[in-house]
């Protein structure tokens, strides 16, 4: 019945038949299918559900005691609470049975957004980015988040790597240790804000639904910050879709989001390519196949990035 997932993601299958029925229930009809989309290193249930009544609904799911039940409950809370109109799919609930939590999404329809310069995607991706971050985060937002501690702003790595360089770092590098140290150590400061902030923005966090156009998903580390840094997140993945440093730092210092807080938007990208070279360097994680090559490839990217607002060049 379900097509095979990626290596280490749990299948509908896995899933306690208690909480398959109590699904099944909720959504009014028995799954006649499971297809785990590709994209995420996560190991948990991501599956997108066809009912027997032909409608379709996507459904997050894991054990209780798998810390990813908590950044799940996260998510549901989250997009309740986003302003009508945020790029977002709508919750349909949450079900709890056999110590397993799932949360059900509405389906989205269609891939990944292409990234690539000879896509429109990057240019609405940025245009939802700046309706997203130009007024402050509602209230009721606010108080969802206020509890969890923001991810981004406890980014951090190259003070790691000043500390006890590896011995695969470039020369080149090495020897700009303390300078990315200092940039990185300006962030804490400039980490808090009033903005709705994603948290986690790549194209595999977003689908390009047929009717809603690109729509971002995987709101489990969404918080409240400074509205640059979804876009400046977003930044090195355009790189990898196969931008110039050079047009993207020329976009950065444009875009709404990102023009008016240039130290901000540096240290923030300081701290999240240390994050990328030093996390890329852990070992592997059992579950999550594919991680530390991305983040390899990314941390380029984003120290290309930065050099290029540093030098020009
Ligand atoms: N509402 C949705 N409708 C259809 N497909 C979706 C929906 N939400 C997410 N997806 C797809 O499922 C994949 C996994 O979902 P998601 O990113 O939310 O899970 P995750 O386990 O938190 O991921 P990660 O591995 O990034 O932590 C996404 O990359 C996307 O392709
Ligand atoms: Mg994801």
Same mark, same amino acid.
Request: net charge negative; proline share 9%.
């Given at each position: 019945?379900? @097509?095979?997932?990626?290596?280490?993601?749990?299948?509908?299958?896995?899933?306690?038949?208690?909480?398959?029925?109590?699904?099944?229930?909720?959504?009014?009809?028995?799954?006649?299918? !499971?297809?785990?989309?590709?994209?995420?290193?996560?190991?948990?249930?991501?599956?997108?559900?066809?009912?027997?009544?032909?409608?379709?609904?996507?459904?997050?799911?894991?054990?209780?005691?798998?810390?990813?039940?908590?950044?799940?409950?996260?998510?549901?809370?989250?997009?309740?609470?986003?302003? +009508?109109?945020?790029?977002?799919?709508?919750?349909?609930?949450?079900?709890?049975?056999?110590?397993?939590?799932?949360?059900?999404?509405?389906?989205?329809?269609?891939?990944?957004?292409?990234?690539?310069?000879?896509?429109?995607?990057?240019?609405?991706?940025?245009?939802?980015?700046?309706?997203?971050?130009? @007024?402050?985060? +509602?209230?009721?937002?606010?108080? !969802?988040?206020?509890?969890?501690? @923001?991810?981004?702003?406890?980014?951090?790595?190259?003070?790691?790597?000043?500390?006890?360089?590896?011995?695969?770092?470039?020369?080149?590098?090495?020897?700009?240790?303390?300078?990315?140290?200092?940039?990185?150590?300006?962030?804490?400061?400039?980490?808090?804000?009033?903005?709705?902030?994603?948290?986690?923005?790549?194209?595999?966090?977003?689908?390009?639904?047929?009717?809603?156009?690109?729509?971002?998903?995987?709101?489990?580390?969404?918080?409240?910050?400074?509205?640059?840094?979804?876009?400046? @997140?977003?930044?090195?993945?355009?790189?990898?879709?196969?931008?110039? +440093?050079?047009?993207?730092?020329?976009?950065?210092?444009?875009?709404?989001?990102?023009?008016?807080?240039?130290?901000?938007?540096?240290?923030?990208?300081?701290?999240?390519?240390?994050?990328?070279?030093?996390?890329?360097?852990?070992?592997?994680?059992?579950?999550?196949?594919?991680?530390?090559?991305?983040?390899?490839?990314?941390?380029?990217?984003?120290?290309?990035?930065?050099?290029?607002?540093?030098?020009?060049?």
């Amino acid at each position: 019945m379900s @097509s095979l997932p990626p290596v280490g993601r749990l299948r509908w299958t896995d899933v306690p038949t208690p909480l398959r029925t109590r699904l099944e229930t909720a959504l009014g009809s028995s799954v006649v299918d !499971a297809v785990t989309p590709a994209g995420g290193f996560g190991h948990q249930l991501a599956a997108a559900l066809t009912l027997a009544s032909g409608r379709r609904a996507f459904v997050k799911a894991a054990p209780d005691d798998d810390p990813l039940t908590d950044a799940n409950v996260h998510e549901a809370t989250v997009l309740d609470v986003l302003p +009508p109109g945020a790029p977002a799919p709508k919750l349909l609930g949450i079900h709890r049975a056999a110590g397993w939590t799932a949360v059900v999404i509405a389906h989205l329809d269609g891939p990944h957004p292409d990234l690539s310069p000879a896509s429109g995607d990057g240019g609405q991706t940025w245009a939802l980015l700046d309706k997203l971050t130009s @007024s402050p985060a +509602p209230t009721a937002y606010t108080a !969802a988040v206020v509890g969890t501690p @923001s991810g981004a702003a406890g980014l951090h790595g190259w003070d790691v790597l000043l500390a006890n360089p590896p011995g695969d770092l470039g020369l080149v590098v090495r020897h700009r240790l303390h300078e990315l140290a200092e940039l990185e150590a300006a962030w804490p400061a400039l980490a808090h804000g009033d903005r709705i902030v994603h948290g986690d923005l790549r194209a595999d966090n977003m689908v390009r639904d047929h009717h809603l156009g690109v729509t971002f998903v995987d709101w489990a580390h969404a918080t409240t910050g400074p509205a640059c840094i979804d876009a400046a @997140s977003l930044a090195p993945q355009l790189i990898l879709a196969g931008h110039t +440093p050079a047009d993207i730092a020329r976009l950065l210092q444009d875009h709404p989001a990102t023009a008016n807080s240039p130290e901000t938007t540096t240290a923030f990208l300081a701290a999240l390519t240390g994050h990328w070279h030093r996390n890329a360097r852990k070992p592997a994680p059992p579950r999550a196949p594919g991680l530390r090559a991305y983040q390899h490839r990314a941390a380029a990217a984003g120290l290309a990035l930065l050099d290029y607002r540093l030098t020009g060049r």
